[in-house]
């Protein structure tokens, strides 16, 4: 996709022509070559600013843009055609990287229609059933859901049972029981069950649909708040276009020479342009962009990383975020006199779930993996919707079920249950040969390192920092406490998590967001800044964040988040050099009569100078510090 932009085709030309015309000039071929070759990149890289700019003439309308365009054919001019070349590639190179941006963006939220499935399955008042495009069902209409298939609408259980894997919505981890009364959203993975659903939502208003939409509307109220920035370009390109008239026609004028009178305006536009400001900006962005790329965290642009280091709050989701997103057995509990040893009932319980492709069983199978315990041969495996599964090994019958229904018959075992329970865990109860045996607590491990990011996190702003969690309150309590948060927001849908956002906004915070699903899409978009874990992260959340963390590495973010404020002093420390010599070359240029040789190496050196200083960044040693 990247190569398949024509910004992206064209920018590449530009730096390639560049870079060959540079080699030339330093090789010492004839100035013809040189020149033709920049003269080539002029055409590739600038043609399409240089006619947005004339649309935008014809809107009485003056950008950016084309100044850069203007002031590369008044180098060209005056022989600094290097000077236009290079302000060229600049110019090419962000737009393509704006393109490619904008792509993925539009791309992942046209995916998301993946998620629900195409067709539904309708149940009629006689119990016929037809099939009927999705997107055609109606509030009240009842669809029947087998196992394996997607949920096809919002809506509520009216008969059976099965368990519904409804990470993309809510971001829990383990699949959630569903029976007549339950919820459920389209879009969701069904288990082993059978559902019949009644639709409660048409198309348009399923959580899916919500979710692209908050998308959408979060990427157009950002690219609003750019309007006060594109004003301020706008009134500096009509203000140096305006002095630069004027320093050719008043000295025309007065009787001064026409040769003389535009050697003068060009020499002014070109030390007034802002090739040194643009430079004083960028090489310290893009080299701590490199540098925290080299560490595995990938930053969109160069305004992400300045945007970065603003953060006054770090809002972070729970699975797959803080927890590594797939479930562990952290706990074995035989019960006390009971008939087995603790790995005896691991391998018992393992043995039993061989089979099963239940996301609790496959836990439990690498438990027993991890121990290194034997697995016996299974046999009359049968698994029971909603209540767990039965099977024989070797001599004895294993029973491995959801606890809720068993701690009002055994009360022997609820102490267990209610222990694990209380710590935010799902817990399992075994039953060997119809006795209970013990419990198995499953849980979403936290992330190696995650207490000491929140607490350097916290340390770097102004607010503690914030969980905002689709799982339940106890779990989400349960995690707080581990990792060290007290701010604690749970059972929050997609719109929920966007208002918490919001409202961390209104309140004054420049958010930012870390998270990794479907269903934090929208709030990564929302906040100030979006930071997506990359490792399991979906293809949405990555699009919709700024940055990404590859290797769900946590400790990254502290270090990111101090680098971006090194670089913003950077960036103050080459704005005052740039404006300053600028400032003294207009002066002169307008007081006195300022030779072009020396205007030009007093433009360039600043430039040189702005860049090297920004080049600093790129040093491993800045990010160990940073970190």
Known sequence: MFWSLPEVRWA????????????????????????????????VGGWEPAWAGLQALRQRTLDVDLLMIVAALGAAAIGQVFDGALLIVIFATSGALEAFATRRTEDAVRGLSDLAPEQATVLDADGAERLVAAADLAVGDRVLVRPGERVPADGRVVDGASEVDQASIT?????????????????????????????????????????????????????????????????????????????????LLAGDDLQRALLRAMTFMIVASPCAVVLATMPPLLSAIANAGRHGVLVRSAVVMERLGTASVVALDKTG????????????????????????????????????????????????????????PVGNFRARVGRGIVATVGERTVAVGSA???????????????????????????RIDDRPAGVLAVADRVRPGAAAAVQALGSLTSAPPVLLTGDDQRAAAALAVSVGMSDVRARLLPEDKVGAVQDLQRNGHRVLLVGDGVNDAPALATADIGVAMGGIGSDLALSSADAVVVRDDLGTLP?????????????????????GVIAVLVAWDLIGELPLPLGVAGHEGSTILVALNGLRLLRRAEWTSAG
């Open 12 to 43: 590449a030309g530009a730096l390639a022509l560049f870079v060959l015309g540079g080699l030339a000039q330093l090789s010492g071929a004839p100035s013809a070559v040189h020149w033709t070759l920049y003269l080539a990149c002029y055409a």
């Open 171 to 251: 971001g829990e981890p383990l699949p959630v029981d569903k029976h007549p009364g339950s919820e459920v959203f389209a879009g969701t993975g069904n288990g082993t069950g059978v559902l019949a659903v009644e639709v409660t939502r048409p198309a348009r208003d399923t959580v899916v649909a919500r979710i692209a939409a908050m998308v959408e509307e979060a990427g157009a109220t950002k690219a609003r708040t750019q309007l006060f920035v594109e004003k301020v370009e706008q009134r500096y390109s009509v203000g140096v276009v305006v002095a630069t008239l004027a320093v050719f026609a008043i000295p």
């Open 321 to 376: 975020t803080l927890t590594s997103g797939r479930p562990t057995v952290v706990a074995v509990r035989p019960m006390p006199g009971g008939p087995c040893t603790e790995d005896e009932l691991l391998a018992l319980a393992a043995a039993a779930e061989a089979p099963s492709e239940h996301p609790i069983g496959q836990a439990i199978v690498a438990a027993a993996r991890d121990r290194g315990l034997a697995l016996r």
């Open 404 to 430: 809720a229904p068993l701690v009002t018959i055994e009360a022997g075992i609820a102490a267990l249950v209610e222990e694990e329970q209380a710590a935010g865990r799902t817990t399992v109860v075994v």
């Open 559 to 579: 270090a990111l988040v101090r680098l971006s404020r090194r670089a913003r002093r950077l960036v103050v420390q080459n704005l005052v050099i740039a404006a």
